[in-house]
C-alpha cells in the first residue's frame, strides 16, 4: 500500500503559501475598509472631538470662574459670617458645641499612632469633645496595638474610645454609621472625620466649627488636602498635580457658585442633623462620601470649601495601591451616577441650574467623559486613523484642545510645571484604567463593590520606600493590560514612521515607553 502523506490530506486550496495568506487578509481588509471600518472610526472620531470639546468648555468655564472668585468673591468667612468661639470666664467651655471625631481604620499598622495623636492634640474644650475610634482591623496584633494606643490617650484624660464591629459589612460606610448609633454621642452637634493618615493641625476645629454656628443651613466644611509625601518619588508628584488642581478649582468653584461639592471622605466635619436628615451613611457604592453629599444638597443643606485650612495626609506611593485607589475612585461615582441621576431630575428642592451643575458638570463630564475621552481619543481612536489614513483628525483636537486643557489643569501645582509632558503620558495610562473602571461602574458589573484600603506607611515611608525600590515581585508588578497597548502604541509608532504624514510617531514612542513602564510597575520606583 502506498505511503500517503499529511501533505496529500490537504486540499490543494489550503496549502497557499504565506505570501498568500497575506494578499488574502489584504484582499479582505481593503473589501471591508471603504464601507465599514471607515465610516465607523470617522464617527468614533466625531463622537470623541465632541467630548474633547465638552471637557474644554469645563475646563475653560471652571478657568473663568477660579479667576472671578479669586478676584471678586467675598472669602468664605465673609460670606458666611465666621466669628471665633470665645470662652466664656463664668459658663467656661459652654459656648463650644460638642463635637464627635470619628477616625476609621482597617489595619492600619504604620499610621494608627500619627492619626491617634493628632486627634487628640485638638484644641477643643476636653468636656466637649468625644474621639471615637472605628477599628475594623482583621489582624488581632494591630487591634490590641491600636486599642493600648487609646488607653493611653485615655488615662491623660482625653475622652477617647475604643470601637469595633463583628463584621465589616459596609466597609468605612457601615463603621460610621455604626459609630453615630452609640449612646454617648447622641448630644454631639458635629462631627469630624479624619481617615488614619490624616493629621489636622491643633486649631482645626476652631476654625471650622463656628461657619455652622452662624448658618443652620451649612451642612459640612471640607478642608484642603496638603501631601507629607508628595516628593517620594515621580508617582507621588503625577498624583500632587491630578489633586491640587481638584482642590484649587473644582473644590473652590463649587463651594462659590453653588454651595454644592463632593465631600472629600475625610477632613470634614459634617452637622450630624444633616446626616441624619439625608438619609445616614449607605454602602450601595464605594464612594459613601459623594453618596451623603449628593443626598444632603438635594435637600437643600449648603457646604463650604476653606482652601486655607489644611490638613496633611499621605498619598499612595505603590503602583498597586493607587491602581486600586483609582478604581475605586473612578468606579464609584458611575455607579452612583447611575443609581441616583433620576432621583436628582424629579428633585423640586434645588434650582434647575444647581441640577444641570450636579448631573452634568460634576458627573457626566468630570466622572465619565474625562476618562473616555483621554483613553478613546489619544490611545485607541488617534493611533488607529495612522492604519486608516481617510480619516482625519483636524490639528485642533489633537493638538490646541489637549493643550490647553493641560496647561488649566497644570494651574493646581506650579512647582511641578517642567513634569507637565511626563504627567500627560501618565494620566493617559491611568485613563485605561479608570475607564475600565468607569464602564464596570455605569454596568454594575462584577467589581463595582470592590473596596481595596489603600496601603499607608507613615512614619516608615522613607524606610519602606527604598526598601521597594530594591524589590522585585514579578507578579505583582505585571500588568498585561498595559503592556498590550504598549505594544500596539510600538507597533503604530513604526508603521507612521516609515509610511505616515502626521509625525504622530513621536507622541506614539513616548506614550509607548510610558505604558511599558507602568506595565512593568515601575512608575512607584523612580524618583
Not at 466625531?46 to 470639546?53: D, K
Not at 499612632?113 to 485638638?122: D, P, V
Not at 485615655?154 to 477617647?160: H, L
Not at 495626609?313 to 503602583?319: A, D
Amino acid at each position: 500500500m502506498a505511503q500517503i502523506s499529511a501533505k496529500d490530506l490537504i486540499p490543494d486550496s489550503l496549502t497557499m503559501s504565506r505570501e498568500d495568506i497575506a494578499g488574502q487578509l489584504g484582499m479582505v481588509w481593503e473589501l471591508i475598509k471603504a464601507p465599514l471600518i471607515v465610516p465607523v472610526l470617522r464617527l468614533s472620531v466625531y463622537v470623541c472631538l465632541a467630548m474633547a470639546l465638552m471637557l474644554f468648555m469645563e475646563r475653560v468655564y471652571m478657568g473663568i470662574v477660579i479667576v472671578l472668585v479669586k478676584l471678586f468673591w467675598k472669602k468664605p468667612e465673609k460670606r458666611y459670617n465666621w466669628e471665633p468661639i470665645e470662652e466664656d470666664l463664668e459658663s467656661g467651655s459652654s459656648n463650644f458645641p460638642f463635637v464627635l471625631v470619628q477616625i476609621p481604620m482597617y489595619n492600619e499598622k504604620e499610621v494608627y499612632k500619627i492619626s491617634i495623636g493628632a486627634a487628640c492634640g485638638l484644641s477643643w474644650p476636653a468636656d466637649r469633645l468625644v474621639i471615637q475610634v472605628l477599628d475594623d482591623s482583621t489582624d488581632p496584633v494591630i487591634k490590641q496595638m491600636v486599642e493600648l494606643e487609646c488607653q493611653r490617650w485615655a488615662s491623660k484624660g482625653i475622652n477617647i474610645v475604643y470601637q469595633i464591629r463583628e463584621t465589616r459589612g459596609g466597609y468605612k460606610a457601615g463603621a460610621l454609621k455604626e459609630g453615630l448609633k452609640r449612646s454617648y454621642v447622641k448630644h454631639c452637634e458635629f462631627v469630624a472625620i479624619l481617615d488614619a493618615d490624616f493629621r489636622p493641625e491643633p486649631d482645626y476645629l476652631k476654625r471650622a466649627i463656628p461657619y455652622f454656628l452662624r448658618n443652620p443651613d451649612l451642612a459640612l466644611v471640607q478642608a484642603r488636602w496638603r501631601f507629607v509625601n508628595s516628593n517620594e518619588c515621580l508617582l507621588t508628584r503625577m498624583q500632587e498635580m491630578s489633586l491640587d488642581y481638584h482642590f484649587t478649582v473644582e473644590q473652590e468653584v463649587g463651594s462659590a457658585t453653588h454651595a454644592f461639592f463632593g465631600f472629600n471622605g475625610t477632613a470634614g466635619v459634617w452637622r450630624i442633623g444633616a446626616i441624619n436628615e439625608a438619609g445616614g451613611w449607605k454602602d450601595r457604592t464605594t464612594v459613601e462620601d459623594m453618596d451623603l453629599a449628593v443626598r444632603a444638597s438635594l435637600r437643600g443643606w449648603k457646604f463650604v470649601y476653606l482652601g486655607d485650612l489644611q490638613v496633611k495626609s499621605e498619598l499612595p506611593s505603590t503602583f498597586k495601591a493607587f491602581r486600586f485607589q483609582q478604581h475605586r475612585w473612578s468606579c464609584g461615582p458611575a455607579n452612583l451616577f447611575r443609581k441616583m441621576v433620576m432621583e436628582i431630575v424629579r428633585n423640586k428642592k434645588v434650582r434647575f441650574w444647581k441640577k444641570v451643575y450636579v448631573i452634568y458638570s460634576f458627573f457626566f463630564v468630570r466622572k465619565i467623559i474625562a476618562h473616555m475621552v483621554t483613553f478613546f481619543f489619544y490611545c485607541v481612536v488617534l493611533p488607529l486613523t495612522i492604519w486608516v489614513p481617510e480619516v482625519h483628525v483636524p490639528i485642533w483636537g489633537a493638538v490646541y484642545i489637549p493643550s490647553v486643557i493641560t496647561i488649566l489643569n497644570s494651574v493646581g501645582t506650579p512647582r511641578s510645571i517642567h513634569l507637565l509632558f511626563y504627567w500627560i503620558l501618565f494620566e493617559n495610562v491611568m485613563s485605561m484604567h479608570r475607564t475600565k473602571a468607569t464602564f464596570i461602574g455605569l454596568l454594575e458589573a462584577g467589581r463595582a463593590n470592590e473596596w481595596v484600603v489603600t496601603e499607608k506607611l507613615g512614619d516608615t515611608l522613607k524606610n519602606k520606600s527604598k526598601k521597594l525600590r530594591f524589590t522585585f515581585n514579578f507578579a505583582d508588578r505585571l500588568h498585561l493590560l498595559e503592556l498590550g497597548f504598549g505594544v500596539f502604541l510600538f507597533v503604530t509608532g513604526c508603521y507612521d514612521f516609515l509610511y505616515g504624514k502626521n509625525n504622530y510617531f513621536v507622541y506614539l514612542w513616548l506614550q509607548t515607553i510610558t505604558f511599558f513602564i507602568a506595565g512593568f510597575g515601575y512608575i512607584g520606583t523612580i524618583v
